[in-house]
């Protein structure tokens, strides 16, 4: 079952949008992981494209300047 979650934060006006839960990481991501050839291969922040992250959202929209991941380099 699929479940949303709907966030708002208030900075100069109401910005609204739903949010899906975490979920495991997909077969298809952690097929590319597994991938030698593969360059997210044993990749230890891997996590599906397959949609918005609730955990590491900070501010919409969902950019990487608004995640906590923007610290890291982009593999």
């Known amino acids: 079952m699929f479940f949303l979650k709907e966030i708002q ?3 100069n006006n109401i910005k609204t949008t739903s949010i899906s839960l975490d979920m495991s990481v997909c077969d298809e991501c952690l097929k590319e992981m597994r991938d030698f ?3 997210r291969y044993l990749y230890s922040f891997i996590n599906c494209t397959c949609g918005p992250r609730y955990t590491i959202i900070e501010n919409i929209p969902y950019d ?10 982009m593999c």
């Open 9 to 11: 934060y208030l900075i």
């Open 37 to 39: 050839k593969n360059k």
């Open 64 to 73: 990487r300047v608004n995640i906590s991941m923007k610290k890291f380099k």
